[in-house]
């Protein structure tokens, strides 16, 4: 019962390399999303997806890309790190109902240090 | 002003206590509202959900107030294992977007 899994768990990168944090989700979810979590504040969301070729932008997109080919996968690119986007990062996923997703389930995150 | 706003805390309380947190939201077509749970270096984990007539689960009771847009979490009887950040989560209208507050943070002392 896999649930979302993030891979890898933590990574550490230098400056204007590039990446990709991988995010798997076993329940046929049409919804996924890519939070990130900097200390005292919430999650803000950076990309989301409602289904297979369908993403869009939340509240902090710049510097990152996403695309989504599958249901199961919707991975989460880093074009060129900066300091800036050291966070933990957290991939969630969650059936749709109408016009409105439902509560999310999260990965255990990725914890990303850009020096 | 954000969009969601809570209280940071921390709130420190003794175990048995009653606490209870606030969070406030900015845009009055929110349709849906959550609370969840964060342990320390987790995943946030579902909580429960808030309904309009107001809900309550075991201990926990969650109230919706519409008209001056915020959402209040009560904890009865607390326990050491209630020790967590409750974030507020309201899903944007029009759209797809969830937003989170920043978190209260709850410690439980014995």
């Known amino acids: 019962n896999a649930g979302v899994t993030q891979t890898p768990k933590f990574q550490v990168l230098k400056t204007g390399q590039s990446m990709t944090l991988q995010c798997a989700q076993d329940?046929?979810?049409?919804?996924m999303s890519w939070y990130r979590q900097d200390p005292g504040m919430g999650l803000r969301l950076i990309h989301y997806?409602?289904?297979?070729?369908?993403?869009d932008q939340g509240e902090v997109p710049n510097g990152y890309n996403v695309s989504r080919s599958t249901t199961e996968d919707f991975p989460l690119r880093l074009l060129s790190a900066a300091p800036s986007q050291t966070s933990v990062y957290f991939c969630?996923?969650?059936?749709?109902?109408?016009?409105?997703?439902?509560?999310?389930?999260f990965g255990d995150g990725t914890r990303l240090s850009i020096l | 002003r954000k969009e969601v706003e809570q209280d940071p805390g921390p709130f420190n309380v003794p175990e048995g206590a009653t606490v209870a947190f606030n969070c406030t939201y900015s845009?009055?077509?929110?349709?849906?509202f959550f609370w969840y749970r964060q342990d320390c270096r987790k995943e946030p984990k579902l909580l429960m959900s808030?309904?309009?007539s107001g809900n309550e689960d075991g201990r926990f009771t969650a109230q919706l107030n519409r008209a001056s847009q915020y959402i209040s979490l009560l904890i009865r009887d607390s326990k050491l294992s209630d020790s967590a950040t409750y974030l507020c989560?309201?899903?944007?209208?029009?759209?797809?977007?969830?937003?989170f507050g920043a978190g209260t943070r709850l410690f439980v002392k014995a």
């Open positions: 969630a996923s969650s059936p749709l109902q109408g016009s409105q997703n439902q509560p999310q389930h």
């Open positions: 329940m046929n979810h049409e919804y």
């Open positions: 997806s409602v289904g297979a070729g369908i993403t």
């Open positions: 845009n009055s077509a929110s349709q849906s």
């Open positions: 808030v309904y309009s």
């Open positions: 989560v309201v899903n944007m209208p029009g759209g797809f977007k969830t937003i």
